[in-house]
């Protein structure tokens, strides 16, 4: 079966820090993956999506950059964070290939930037 | 473009009634719908999916979901609600773009079954 980590869970951080938080899968090859925001406990901002090592799609403007440096492997950065990064991450992987497929979500990670 | 619709930002039902949560979309060409619920500081857990054939579509911990082209919706039921049950819960749609990007999520439901 298939599961997806995340890690740190939580995180508290001083503006201007960098960022790094991290996601991986197992049990499957050459996943779709997924990095989303989650502000306020509600609607979901898609930040990133790959569809394989080095193909990033960045869906909004923002000091965030994510990376896939390995098949199963998902990273969220920021050189300098800003208050307004504070929210909750969630990563997020499905099938590739063309049938119509679900997301699974990692756990997340709770970041405050103070 | 596609969208997706949560009338209700909260429902509230007693336990042991049903419960319903509504959802409309807007897609063109053939539209793929998908229901997630999440627990405080969770992710989301995939509930269910429609695709295409039975109208009636039933996933997991009891609930179903009804899907209505004439009147573009999907709304999420359950026949007796659990106190379990009170999460978010959100509706979602694929992009038919063809891309990778592929779901676009409403705004969520908070769900909250009185004892």
């Known amino acids: 079966s298939q599961t997806i980590h995340q890690w740190p869970a939580t995180l508290v951080q001083p503006v201007g820090s960098p960022l790094s938080l991290e996601c991986t899968v197992e049990?499957?090859?050459?996943?779709?993956l997924y990095w989303y925001r989650q502000a306020a406990g509600r609607g979901l901002q898609l930040l990133f999506y790959?569809?394989?090592?080095?193909?990033i799609s960045s869906e909004v403007p923002q000091n965030l950059s994510a990376s896939r440096p390995q098949d199963r492997q998902f990273i969220l950065s920021s050189k300098k964070l800003l208050l307004s990064d504070s929210g909750f991450y969630l990563c997020?992987?499905?099938?590739?290939?063309?049938?119509?497929?679900?997301?699974?979500f990692g756990p997340g990670t709770r970041l405050t930037v103070t | 473009a596609q969208s997706v619709a949560q009338p209700e930002d909260q429902v509230n039902v007693a336990e042991g009634n049903p419960l319903t949560v509504k959802c409309t979309y807007s897609?063109?060409?053939?539209?793929?719908l998908f229901w997630y619920v999440q627990y405080p500081n969770r992710g989301l857990q995939f509930l269910l999916k429609?695709?295409?054939?039975?109208?009636l579509v039933k996933g997991s911990y009891g609930f179903e979901a009804e899907f209505n082209k004439s009147q573009t919706s999907f709304h999420l039921k359950k026949p007796s609600a659990l106190v379990s049950d009170s999460a978010l819960y959100f509706c979602?749609?694929?992009?038919?773009?063809?891309?990778?990007?592929?779901?676009?999520f409403g705004s969520g439901t908070q769900l909250t079954v009185l004892p």
């Open positions: 897609v063109s060409g053939n539209p793929y």
């Open positions: 429609y695709i295409t054939g039975d109208n």
């Open positions: 790959s569809v394989g090592i080095g193909q």
């Open positions: 979602a749609v694929r992009d038919n773009s063809g891309s990778a990007r592929q779901l676009t």
């Open positions: 049990g499957t090859s050459n996943p779709n």
């Open positions: 997020a992987w499905s099938w590739s290939g063309t049938g119509i497929y679900e997301q699974y």
